[in-house]
């Protein structure tokens, strides 16, 4: 799973989808390291975070982008899991990425480009598998308490040198608020989510891939 994320600008963009990743947010929190020294109360939450992820079946948001030079984006997601992603950036940025059939498409609607990446090279692996977990492939290296917020941060476990991904979760309810993204090289992307609407109706169509007769996944 390589960690990389879109920053898109007026006129440019670079060419990486989705991405995971995590920003050292808040560092007066109590942080804690491992997953095996957790208490069992953070245990058990780390469950119950799991079960709550496993129950998004759809999710429709609006979303705002904050890259790590300070450049913000925004747009709409859609989420039908397992397996299928999509966002649109508002202009002026003209950007598409949707997820669907193990690809990620990357639509560059300036120059009418597409580019595609296997999932599994993304973030959007971790939100788009049949079951989420955050053990066994998935190592949780840091769990922070805020005021009425938990961070999870978690990372692959074979390679935990490509990036990582930290979940921003609301307490009572839980409900996913925003992920960051660390890459290989240190740069870190944030997507917060308003107007979040979940167990809803959404069209097949919706995560159609451009350009359906190409889909194999291209070098970079």
Request: a neutral charge.
């Amino acid at each position: 799973m390589k960690l990389s994320h879109p920053q898109p600008r007026c006129g440019g963009m670079t060419r990486r989808a989705f991405a995971g990743g995590a920003l050292l947010l808040l560092a007066a929190q109590r942080a804690l390291a491992a997953p095996a020294s957790l208490p069992a109360a953070d245990q058990a939450e780390l469950q119950q975070i799991e079960a709550y992820l496993n129950g998004i079946k759809t999710l429709k948001a609006k979303f705002q982008q904050t890259a790590a030079d300070g450049a913000v984006s925004g747009g709409t997601v859609w989420l039908s899991r397992p397996g299928k992603m999509r966002l649109d950036y508002d202009p002026p940025a003209k950007l598409q990425l949707v997820a669907n059939d193990g690809l990620v498409a990357v639509n560059d609607l300036t120059v009418e480009q597409v580019q595609y990446i296997s999932i599994d090279e993304t973030a959007a692996w971790f939100l788009l598998r049949d079951k989420i977990t955050l053990t066994g492939d998935v190592t949780v290296t840091r769990f922070e308490r805020g005021p009425k917020t938990v961070r999870v941060t978690a990372t692959q476990t074979k390679d935990s040198s490509i990036g990582s991904l930290t979940l921003l979760l609301t307490e009572d309810p839980l409900a996913l608020r925003q992920w960051t993204v660390l890459d290989a090289q240190g740069k870190n992307v944030t997507v917060a989510l308003t107007e979040v609407q979940d167990g809803i109706t959404l069209a097949n169509s919706l995560f159609e891939l451009p350009n359906k007769l190409d889909r194999s996944p291209r070098p970079h």
